[in-house]
C-alpha cells in the first residue's frame, strides 16, 4: 500500500500546485521527509499523515480509503485494510470505510501501552468524533480538556483544535467512528 499512498500523496501535492518545499511550509514535515514518502522509501507516521491531511483536507480514513479499491456493500472480517505506525506502534483498522456516497468512516483502534499520539488539528473543522473504549485506559484531550475512559466508556465530540491519545500502563483498545 506504501507505493499507491506515495502516487496518491504525489498526486494531491501537484493537484494543489504545491512545491515539496510549499507542503513542508503548509505542514511543518521536513522536505527530504515529504520526498522520501512520495517516493515510497519510509511509511509516514500517524503524526506526519495527520498534517498531510490537514494540509489537503480530508481525513486519515479518506485518505487511506482513496488508494485502495472502492469498498463493497459487505466488508468481510478478513477484507479490511490495516495500517501501523512503525514508531509508536499505533494500529489503525477500517471497520467501515468511507466511500463517495457514505460520510461516516468506523475505525478499530489499539495504541499499546505507555504510548501517546497527538493531532495539531482536525482534517476538518468540526470532524464528530464518537470513541467507544473497548479495553484498556485511555486518557484522551479534546483542545486541552483531558477525559479519562474506561473500557464501556463512549466519549462524543466535535473537534475544532488539537488531540492527544495517551495510554497508560496498559494497552487500549477502542472503536472510533466519524462523521
Known amino acids: 500500500m506504501d507505493s499507491l499512498l506515495a502516487q496518491h500523496l504525489t498526486r494531491l501535492r501537484a493537484e494543489a500546485g504545491w512545491s515539496l518545499d510549499q507542503l513542508a511550509q503548509e505542514t511543518?514535515?521536513?522536505r527530504a521527509t515529504l520526498a522520501r514518502v512520495e517516493?515510497?522509501?519510509?511509511?509516514?507516521t500517524t503524526d506526519t499523515l495527520a498534517k498531510l491531511c490537514r494540509a489537503y483536507g480530508t481525513s486519515m480514513s479518506r485518505l487511506l480509503a482513496l488508494v485502495e479499491d472502492q469498498a463493497p456493500a459487505v466488508i468481510p472480517a478478513d477484507g479490511r485494510k490495516s495500517w501501523r505506525d512503525g514508531?509508536?506502534?499505533?494500529t489503525r483498522s477500517v471497520i467501515s470505510p468511507p466511500?463517495?456516497?457514505l460520510a461516516g468512516e468506523w475505525l478499530d483502534c489499539q495504541l499499546p501501552a505507555g504510548q501517546c499520539i497527538s493531532y495539531d488539528a482536525p482534517p476538518r473543522a468540526?470532524?464528530?468524533?464518537?470513541?467507544?473504549?473497548?479495553?484498556?485506559?485511555?486518557t484522551v484531550s479534546v483542545e486541552g480538556k483531558a477525559h479519562s475512559l474506561s473500557p464501556g466508556d463512549c466519549l462524543r465530540y466535535r473537534l475544532y483544535?488539537?488531540?492527544?491519545?495517551?495510554?497508560?500502563a496498559s494497552a487500549a483498545h477502542y472503536h472510533l467512528?466519524?462523521?
Open 28 to 30: 511543518g514535515v521536513s
Open 39 to 44: 517516493k515510497a522509501q519510509v511509511s509516514p
Open 87 to 90: 514508531d509508536t506502534g499505533f
Open 99 to 101: 466511500g463517495a456516497d
Open 126 to 138: 468540526g470532524l464528530e468524533h464518537h470513541l467507544l473504549l473497548l479495553s484498556g485506559q485511555l
Open 161 to 168: 483544535g488539537a488531540t492527544r491519545f495517551e495510554t497508560g
Open 177 to 179: 467512528f466519524l462523521l
